[in-house]
């Protein structure tokens, strides 16, 4: 009998019901947007940014409309503009390079490992083409964060971190998002929060908070906000920013909030489901599973793995037969970018040499999503289906 698995592999959970209920008080109220509050009434909005940077242990957060805004906002915080260069991971999803376009900026890409991390060694070669790093923990991978920021602070390097894969993640105990000036994150619903659409922003520098809340559309109402700095910061900033409109409204933070709260137990039940598939992975012939560092508390919403030196039509043979069985994979080796995945070198508005060691590894690289509807014994069929598809085309090629 051949087991072929009937889940949905990007349904996820319910919105909980405190969210829902929260999100009917909003409506009710007629107040969605977050400068729209009761006398003495903070709003979702506010509440959420104090409730976000209690719990990644930082001094600012602001919400915003998307993780792809709190991108480009942080690169506008820090002053990047038209022909500044910003290095950022090749291996990374459109909207990192589309940040940096959005500026006017040029993204200079570093390449990946097939640890599918950054690649620091090629990080401190490029150290002197800019001085902020644009850096993606693209599918939840963190780089040793140590030594990143070591090379980093050496060079005078600023770092913005895009954690829309990372949100409760740590490196040593770290949260991820709190080693570089900015951390950004998305509420997105394929994220770990889901809002439909949403994003937020953290740091501990009071005049980058400013100057970020200006930009996102505040006009003279800064005062509204829990986590910012106060007035004098603004009195600083306030005439030198321009308004790109990009807020959050109350009814995606009301969502948010009561999903905050679960945060920890949803990124250990994805650990679970993570593991599931790992261990039944583990010692196929002609695939890699990625071993995961012991300083990394990690959140496996996905998980990937590698068929390195594959033929191209091997590869295709694998996601061929996975799919006829109801498992979707993604290659992130294909010539013409499909769905989410895409190759530094498809995105032509942005200047890129070749990176044989890097094209190498997204040659082989096998994608998946773990959505919290599946179960772990779901996972357990998953990985039972890869790894005999996998294991047939290998033996046969
Ligand atoms: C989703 C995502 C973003 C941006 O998030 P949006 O909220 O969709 O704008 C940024 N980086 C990565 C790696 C992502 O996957």
Redesign the pocket.
């Known amino acids: 009998m051949t087991e072929v698995f009937k889940g949905n592999f990007t349904q996820q959970e319910p919105i909980p019901e405190a969210a829902i209920e929260a999100a009917l008080r909003v409506m009710r109220s007629g107040r969605l947007h977050r400068y729209n509050v009761a006398e003495g009434e903070p709003g979702e909005v506010a509440l959420l940014e104090q409730e976000f940077a209690q719990a990644m242990g930082v001094s600012y957060c602001l919400a915003v409309a998307?993780?792809?805004?709190?991108?480009s906002c942080a690169l506008r915080a820090l002053g990047v503009g038209p022909g500044d260069k910003v290095l950022t991971n090749a291996f990374?999803?459109a909207?990192?390079p589309g940040?940096i376009a959005s500026v006017g900026a040029v993204p200079v890409f570093v390449g990946v490992t097939e640890d599918l991390v950054i690649d620091l060694d090629d990080l401190a070669a490029k150290a002197g083409e800019a001085d902020v790093l644009m850096l993606?923990?693209?599918?939840g991978h963190l780089a040793d964060m140590d030594r990143l920021m070591e090379i980093c602070t050496a060079a005078g390097i600023r770092v913005i971190e895009?954690c829309?894969?990372t949100m409760g993640a740590r490196w040593r105990g770290r949260l991820s998002g709190t080693d570089g000036v900015i951390g950004?994150y998305?509420?997105?619903t394929?994220?770990h929060l889901n809002s439909g659409?949403?994003?937020l922003l953290v740091t501990d520098d009071a005049e980058v908070m400013a100057r970020a809340v200006m930009l996102s559309g505040s006009y003279m109402l800064y005062d509204r906000h829990i986590a910012a700095p106060g007035p004098e910061v603004f009195e600083r900033i306030r005439y030198d920013m321009p308004n790109i409109s990009g807020r959050m409204d109350h009814l995606r933070a009301a969502i948010l909030r009561p999903q905050l709260r679960d945060l920890a137990t949803q990124c250990d039940r994805w650990n679970a489901r993570y593991r599931a598939v790992e261990d039944g992975l583990r010692d196929t012939p002609g695939l890699r599973v990625v071993d995961r560092p012991e300083e990394e508390y990690f959140v496996g919403s996905s998980i990937q793995f590698l068929l390195l030196d594959w033929a191209p039509a091997a590869v295709q043979e694998v996601l061929r037969r996975c799919a006829a069985r109801g498992v979707e994979l993604k290659w992130f080796g294909g010539a013409e970018p499909v769905g989410?995945t895409s190759r530094y070198d498809s995105w032509r508005y942005a200047p890129s040499t070749a990176m044989p060691a890097t094209d190498r590894v997204l040659a082989g690289l096998i994608d998946m999503r773990l959505p919290l509807t599946f179960s772990v014994e779901d996972c357990q069929v998953i990985a039972r289906i890869i790894r005999a598809e996998a294991g047939a085309v290998f033996q046969s090629g």
């Open positions: 998307s993780g792809g805004y709190a991108l990374t999803l909207p990192v940040a993606s923990h693209m599918r895009d829309a894969h950004c998305s509420t997105q394929y994220k659409e949403g994003g989410f």
